[in-house]
């Protein structure tokens, strides 16, 4: 009769450990720390663009001009726009789940921590990972106060419009708030590019990374090929792909060369 193989013992974690562990298994481990500031822009900005329309009707149905007004609805559309990406990009940077192609956290880190290392090892200028994951801190909330108090600077704007009254108090009430009509659409612009902006910020950090992580990669796998004595390839092969000078440098930098012909001592005829 064969014998049973023995169960292989498993080592326990300490107590402690499995109780966090097994707490997170039903309990959300990660968190947006901007998203209820984006959802509080996003309703103002949806409100705003409430009455925003409600002026457009009533001027589109008399033959009204309403090119400012369509301009104004416009930007606070894009706005919307901006901050649905920057929820995103910004639960993406949370451990959270996102729509889209991108790279979830924990390919970011990785992938930025070993490039980080990698360039620290080489003794040259690291990525700036800081403006890259200013999206969801102190930057990226200070983005949101401000977006939040220009909503709320024209809300109290389009307050001053006399949605109840005939076609022309309204055009009056409109002509009455022209110029901070388009100041604020203008600051609306210039927020949502600045949001723009720290999103494709946090784009070109990982793709920074990666295309260096990719570059080393090539280059090392290059020194080695370099030094192979015992390549399949042959040395005419080597020398064929690989820049003489490069070839010359690896060959210095490869310490079992560096051993054979050591550079010291006294020579005696």
Do not use: H
């Amino acid at each position: 009769m064969a014998e049973e193989t023995p169960a292989c013992p498993c080592a326990a974690l300490p107590e402690d450990q499995q109780s966090t562990l097994n707490w997170g298994r039903s309990n959300p481990v990660f968190q947006n720390p901007v998203a209820s500031q984006i959802n509080n822009a996003q309703g103002g900005f949806a409100n705003s663009l409430s009455k925003v329309n409600s002026a457009l009707g009533i001027l589109g149905s008399v033959g009204g001009e309403v090119g400012q007004m369509q301009r104004l609805a416009n930007t606070i559309g894009n706005m919307q726009g901006v901050l649905g990406n920057y929820l995103n990009t910004s639960n993406r940077l949370s451990g959270l789940p996102f729509t889209g192609d991108g790279p979830d956290l924990l390919s970011l880190v990785s992938t930025v921590g070993a490039a980080v290392n990698f360039q620290c090892a080489l003794g040259i200028e690291g990525l700036d990972v800081g403006l890259g994951i200013g999206l969801v801190t102190e930057d990226g909330k200070l983005r949101l106060n401000t977006a939040i108090q220009v909503n709320t600077n024209l809300d109290k704007l389009l307050s001053n419009i006399d949605l109840g009254g005939s076609q022309g108090s309204l055009t009056e009430s409109i002509g009455r708030i022209t110029t901070e009509i388009n100041k604020i659409t203008s600051e609306i612009d210039q927020i949502a590019g600045d949001i723009n902006g720290a999103i494709d910020q946090v784009n070109g950090l990982f793709t920074d990374a990666l295309d260096f992580i990719t570059q080393f990669t090539n280059i090392n796998f290059a020194v080695n090929f370099s030094n192979d004595p015992c390549t399949k390839f042959g040395v005419g092969f080597q020398q064929g792909i690989l820049n003489p000078e490069f070839i010359e440098r690896a060959r210095r930098s490869n310490p079992l060369n560096a051993a054979a012909n050591p550079g010291f001592g006294t020579s005696f005829r």
